[in-house]
Nanobody
Framework: EVHLVESGGGLVQAGGSLRLACAASGFTVADVAIGWIRQAPGKEREGVSCISSKDGTTDYADSVKGRFTISSDNAKNTVYLQMNSLKPEDTAVYYC?????????WGKGTLVTVSS
């Protein structure tokens, strides 16, 4: 059974850092592309970053380029999102998503709150 569990969210001041983790089970992160998507209060979901561990390719939304870094630890079957220089507009629930055999799987999300 496929599961994604996010962790690492919390309250941080503007300019601070957080590292989110997405622990996967039921599949191997090295075999799929995994993305981080966020949803701020009252706003639509926004793709933040994604990684294909098979070929090492990564992608970032313009709003987070240079501040966020996505990585994977295949031994831990976990994908990380290092978030630096956080801004109040980064406040959102952050979800990880994996597409496995044509089905999108989502975690329940972790809340990131950035105070000004």
């Amino acid at each position: 059974e496929v599961h994604l569990v996010e962790s690492g969210g919390g309250l941080v001041q503007a300019g601070g850092s957080l590292r989110l983790a997405c622990a996967a089970s039921g599949f191997t992160v090295a075999d799929v592309a995994i993305g981080w998507i966020r949803q701020a209060p009252g706003k639509e979901r926004e793709g933040v970053s994604c990684i294909s561990s098979k070929d090492g390719t990564t992608d970032y939304a313009d709003s987070v380029k240079g501040r966020f870094t996505i990585s994977s630890d295949n031994a831990k079957n976990t994908v990380y999102l290092q978030m630096n220089s956080l801004k109040p507009e980064d406040t959102a629930v952050y979800y990880c998503r994996a597409s496995y055999y044509g089905i999108n799987y989502w975690g329940k999300g972790t809340l990131v709150t950035v105070s000004s």
